[in-house]
């Protein structure tokens, strides 16, 4: 079966629903910065995880680096890798980005009754997390 045409276009509103800034990161921003709670990623592996180029990667990086949410570092001083690694003060705002995003994302659901947000809830985790509550994707 083929996703119809709504279908898509309900998915971009929802996108757009949730784009804008969260405190002080865009919401790209708050996707990237999600990425590196974990092990430090490179700029490939962020780029492959984000589905954007390494270019877009690497210039959102910098405006990070720049505000002292990141950092980067070459393990093993092995200049030909670099990682890409939260700081104290990225994990601060990414906290406080993460709380702005939930509100905003509370509100956009507050359209639906309870049982259709359960509904969508069974859905996405159908869509995105095997049957032992692992994500399919990073």
């Given at each position: ?18 784009g ?24 490939s ?22 505000r ?33 995003f939930?509100q905003?994302?509370n509100e ?14 069974n ?16």
């Amino acid at each position: 079966m083929e996703i119809s045409s709504s279908m898509v276009e309900y998915l971009i509103v929802l996108q757009d629903a949730l784009g804008g800034h969260y405190g002080e990161l865009s919401r790209p921003q708050l996707r990237l910065m999600m990425k590196l709670r974990g092990a430090a990623p490179t700029v490939s592996e962020l780029a492959e995880r984000l589905n954007i180029s390494s270019p877009g990667v690497t210039q959102m990086i910098d405006k990070l680096q720049a505000r002292g949410f990141v950092t980067r570092y070459s393990p093993d001083k092995d200049q030909r890798i670099v990682r890409v690694a939260i700081t104290e003060t990225g994990r601060a705002t990414l906290k406080r980005s993460e709380l702005l995003f939930a509100q905003r994302v509370n509100e956009v659901m507050t359209l639906l009754s309870v049982e259709q947000r359960e509904t969508l809830e069974n859905l996405l985790k159908t869509l995105f997390y095997d049957s032992q509550g692992k994500k399919m994707t990073d």
